[in-house]
């Protein structure tokens, strides 16, 4: 999980770059969200946890861009989704 928050987080500076270019509906601290990800990240894992199934890379990314996506971006303004 440390690469995909190097790739998508910190080498980006996305957060900062999230929080100036667009309108939020509802004002969140980046903590909430944050949170808010990880919770996502931790409910679609769950299935695949209780089958005892193991995930490839490529899987986990596509989840973990999932999580992201809808906790940062689903507070934003219709217009800048």
């Not at 100036?20 to 990240?41: D, G, W």
């Not at 089958?51 to 809808?70: H, P």
């Not at 940062?72 to 217009?79: P, Y």
Request: aromatic letters at 16%; zero cysteines.
């Amino acid at each position: 999980m440390e690469q995909f928050l190097v790739k998508y987080f910190e080498k980006p500076n996305l957060i900062l770059d999230l929080q100036k270019r667009f309108n939020y509906v509802m004002v969140a601290p980046a903590i909430i969200r944050v949170t808010q990800m990880l919770s996502l990240v931790q409910a679609v894992l769950l299935p695949h946890l209780l089958k005892q199934e193991t995930l490839n890379k490529k899987d986990f990314e596509n989840y973990f861009v999932f999580a992201f996506a809808w906790s940062f971006g689903g507070l934003f303004e219709t217009e800048d989704r």
